[in-house]
T-cell receptor, first 113, second 116 residues
Framework: GQQLNQSPQSMFIQEGEDVSMNCTSS?????WLWYKQDPGEGPVLLIA?????ELTSNGRLTAQFGITRKDSFLNISASIPSDVGIYFC?????????????FGKGTKLTVNP | EAGVTQFPSHSVIEKGQTVTLRCDPI?????LYWYRRVMGKEIKFLLH????????ESGMPNNRFLAERTGGTYSTLKVQPAELEDSGVYFC??????????????FGPGTRLTVL
């Protein structure tokens, strides 16, 4: 089945540093999504990408949809303590009416004040 | 507007018992999804309802899992009998309409299931 390889698995950084994480797949996707999960909560959508090559920002977050449609990255600039959490990439390839998301394993981010 | 809600937040049961998880989607959302995250692994799709119909149940692990969405509102996911490998966090998500990759899926807080 479709799988996403997300890296790194975890990151420990100092407040103010920039962060980069990425996802790759052997399959193409029509949509790439980045979610963040805080403890005890469900994933919350951060950025959605709909076109190959698209670069989108949301505040200090920037994400890109790879040209090959098989990869995406997420950058966080000037990290702050509330950026702590688990970040998931997800791909979507609607087929036969199914709009299921395929998720990566997540990147656990720790920010030291 | 209330978000997606799930009940219970935690459930601890013994192997062989039955558990029923409930999801209330955002009001008016036709699409409802169930996902599961087993410890340390990725969040995996289980099934997708459009209103009361099962659109895609390709992710359901086996016939011990039964999902329903009578009346097209809330949904239940029953595990009977539960096995140890069923432990994990079960997420429900909903989205507003039948589209193709354009409708955001809003996730609930999840139900943490522990099977002993």
């Amino acid at each position: 089945g479709q799988q996403l390889n997300q890296s790194p698995q975890s990151m420990f950084i100092q407040e103010g540093e920039d962060v980069s994480m990425n996802c790759t797949s052997s399959s193409i996707f029509n949509t790439w999504l980045w979610y963040k999960q805080d403890p005890g909560e469900g994933p919350v959508l951060l950025i959605a990408l709909y076109k190959a090559g698209e670069l989108t920002s949301n505040g200090r977050l920037t994400a890109q949809f790879g040209i090959t449609r098989k990869d995406s990255f997420l950058n966080i600039s000037a990290s702050i303590p509330s950026d702590v959490g688990i970040y998931f990439c997800a791909g979507q390839l609607p087929q036969g009416g199914s709009e299921k998301l395929v998720f990566g394993k997540g990147t656990k981010l720790t920010v030291n004040p | 507007e209330a978000g997606v809600t799930q009940f219970p937040s935690h459930s601890v049961i013994e192997k062989g018992q039955t558990v029923t998880l409930r999801c209330d989607p955002i009001s008016g959302h036709d699409n409802l999804y169930w996902y599961r995250r087993v410890m340390g692994k990725e969040i995996k799709f289980l099934l997708h309802f459009v209103k009361e119909s099962k659109q895609d149940e390709s992710g359901m692990p086996n016939n011990r899992f039964l999902a329903e969405r009578t009346g097209g509102t809330y949904s239940t996911l029953k595990v009977q009998p539960a096995e140890l490998e069923d432990s994990g966090v079960y997420f429900c998500a909903s989205s507003p309409r039948r589209g193709y990759g354009t409708d955001t899926q809003y996730f609930g807080p999840g139900t943490r299931l522990t099977v002993l």
